[in-house]
């Protein structure tokens, strides 16, 4: 079954720098990639997502860039806000309907005002 | 309801009692999800129901878990005898499709074994 590697475990980061999240994916089937925010005390949210026909998305300070070849996506946070800190996941799906979706162990973001 | 409910929020249990644990997915979402978090660790997939499809049980971590969707709508997770280690958050998402479209999370239920 498919297997999500995420990097690195924790992260801190000075208020206004940037924060990049990596995450490797072992099933070359899967095409479908999202990214989820969770925040003490709440389920996780999607913030953004990516299908497998493009490489990059972006979503005002947020982005994200698929490497197909290397089976591996990133999630960038530009111009770090403190009320970016939380845990971020990432996933992956196939696009078949009986799959469900396989996280990484996720990411505590900690911005530093 | 606008989103995913989860009852109850909390639950504590003493060891060895059956506990049962209820999502109310949004409405027409057809894929409805089960996951496990433990203290500071990442989303355990647990089950998954897709339609009337037989659901996905390979993350179930033992026969003490099981969990039935009915009517396609409402979902019960029961632990039985319950342990020490299933203490944990359980979250349950819903998607409109299986496919390509955003998973929407509960608040979970944070289940304390005593």
């Known amino acids: 079954g498919e297997n999500v590697e995420q990097h690195p475990s924790t992260l801190s980061v000075q208020e206004g720098d940037s924060a990049v999240i990596k995450c490797t994916y072992s099933?070359?089937?899967?095409?479908?990639f999202p990214w989820y925010k969770q925040e003490l005390g709440k389920g996780p949210q999607l913030i953004i997502d990516?299908?497998?026909?493009?490489g990059e998305k972006k979503d005002q300070r947020i982005a994200v860039t698929l490497n197909k070849t290397a089976k591996h996506f990133s999630l960038h946070i530009t111009e770090t806000q403190p009320e970016d800190s939380a845990v971020y996941f990432c996933?992956?799906?196939?696009?078949?309907?009986?799959?469900?979706?396989?996280f990484g162990k996720g990411t505590r973001l900690s911005v530093i005002a | 309801g606008a989103g995913v409910s989860q009852s109850p929020s909390n639950k504590v249990t003493e060891k060895g009692k059956d506990v049962e644990l209820r999502c109310d997915p949004i409405?027409?979402?057809?894929?409805l999800y089960w996951y496990r978090q433990s203290l500071g660790q990442g989303l355990e997939f647990l089950i998954y129901?897709?339609?009337?499809?037989?659901?996905?049980k390979s993350g179930l971590p033992s026969d003490r878990f099981s969990a039935e969707r009915t009517g396609g709508s409402v979902s019960t997770l029961t632990i039985q005898r319950t342990q020490q280690e299933d203490s944990a958050v359980y979250l349950c998402?819903?998607?409109?499709?299986?496919?390509?479209?955003?998973?929407?999370f509960g608040q979970g239920t944070r289940l304390t074994v005593v």
């Open positions: 998402a819903s998607r409109l499709r299986p496919v390509n479209t955003e998973a929407f």
């Open positions: 099933d070359s089937a899967s095409n479908y």
């Open positions: 990516i299908r497998s026909n493009v």
């Open positions: 996933a992956a799906s196939k696009g078949s309907g009986n799959t469900p979706l396989v």
């Open positions: 409405s027409g979402h057809t894929a």
């Open positions: 129901f897709q339609g009337n499809s037989a659901p996905d």
